[in-house]
T-cell receptor
């Protein structure tokens, strides 16, 4: 089975801190994605990556950056966390026939 | 880009009753269609998918969905729900298997 893991299930940070969210997949998938999930808004795509060192902006990239130095790892970076970035963050990887999701990181920015 | 509409944000249903969760998408080009389920404080799990072939697809826990190309719909159904089916359900569409577009979700609550 495909496994997608995220470094933290729950995270609490202060406004202005730099935040790293890590995602690792074990199935050699080329495509990886970062979403945020908020009540009533569903999943919104932040960034995605088709290959190592390649990234594309999604629908809401402002305030975020990403890094993909190795195929299995896709990191989401909040350069200076703000309270409006409090959310559930979901990482996913895909081959071509569907996405596989990690358990999510619930981030609270105080 | 695709647009995915889940008309019902909340669906309460009594245990052992049938349920239908509706999903419509915007484009009529060839698409892949998915339903995901999310239990509280967990990530999304793939419930079922339509890629090609038979328009009726089934999951291992009794859900089924039917692809209707003319109506651009992919509604999810179950003839008899259980308490354990209480969860958030997301419909998703992909045109080429790379980008995925999600609906805003339907919260299914099964009432004992």
């Amino acid at each position: 089975d495909v496994k997608v893991t995220q470094s933290s299930r729950y995270l609490v940070k202060r406004t202005g801190e730099k935040v790293f969210l890590e995602c690792v997949q074990d199935m050699d998938h080329e495509n990886m994605f970062w979403y945020r999930q908020d009540p009533g808004l569903g999943l919104r795509l932040i960034y995605f990556s088709y290959d190592v060192k390649m990234k594309e902006k999604g629908d809401i990239p402002e305030g975020y950056s990403v890094s993909r130095e190795k195929k299995e790892r896709f990191s989401l970076i909040l350069e200076s966390a703000s309270t409006n970035q409090t959310s559930m963050y979901l990482c996913a990887s895909s081959f071509s026939r569907g996405q596989f999701f990690g358990p999510g990181t619930r981030l609270t920015v105080l | 880009a695709q647009s995915v509409t889940q008309l019902d944000s909340q669906v309460p249903v009594f245990e052992e009753a049938p349920v239908e969760l509706r999903c419509n998408y915007s484009s009529s080009v060839s698409v892949y269609l998915f339903w995901y389920v999310q239990y509280p404080n967990q990530g999304l799990q793939l419930l079922l998918k339509y890629l090609s072939g038979s328009t009726l697809v089934e999951s291992i826990n009794g859900f089924e969905a039917e692809f209707n190309k003319s109506q651009t719909s992919f509604h999810l159904r179950k003839p008899s729900v259980h308490i354990s089916d209480t969860a958030e359900y997301f419909c998703a569409v992909s045109e080429g298997g790379n980008q995925f577009y999600f609906g805003t979700g339907t919260s299914l609550t099964v009432i004992p």
